[in-house]
């Protein structure tokens, strides 16, 4: 059975950076792609960051430069740096997988999600 479980948010004034951490466990073979999504109070949930088994990494416009994604495969882990944080970032931070190497921005195409965490940037 695959788990994803994400750590590492919290509050943190404008222009701050937060790191959020996703464990991965269960069958990770077939996961081709992994992702962070976000979503706010009232507002449609929507990809952050992408990565795939070939290391291409994408990222929503709205990033700007600000997030970088990695993962290690020897840890099972999928991480997210955030610097540079305003408060529109705010919103529930959610990690998740795929099937296949294409890093698809709609959210149905996710089979695999973790219960997410909240990330609240104050300005």
């Known amino acids: 059975q695959v788990q994803l479980v994400e750590s590492g948010g919290g509050s943190v004034q404008a222009g701050g950076s937060l790191r959020l951490s996703c464990a991965v466990s269960?069958?990770?073979?077939?996961?081709?792609?992994m992702g962070w999504f976000r979503q706010a109070p009232g507002k449609e949930r929507e990809r952050v960051a992408a990565?795939?088994?070939?290391?291409?990494?994408y990222y929503a416009n709205f990033v700007e430069g600000r997030f970088t994604i990695s993962k290690d495969n020897a840890k099972n882990t999928l991480d997210l740096l955030m610097n540079s944080l305003k408060p529109e970032d705010s919103a529930t931070y959610y990690c998740?997988?795929?099937?296949?190497?294409?890093?698809?921005?709609?959210?149905?195409?996710?089979?695999?999600w973790g219960q997410g965490t909240q990330v609240t940037v104050s300005s």
């Open positions: 269960g069958y990770t073979a077939s996961m081709r792609c």
């Open positions: 998740a997988a795929k099937n296949g190497p294409f890093c698809s921005v709609t959210t149905p195409d996710y089979s695999y």
């Open positions: 990565i795939n088994n070939f290391l291409d990494r």
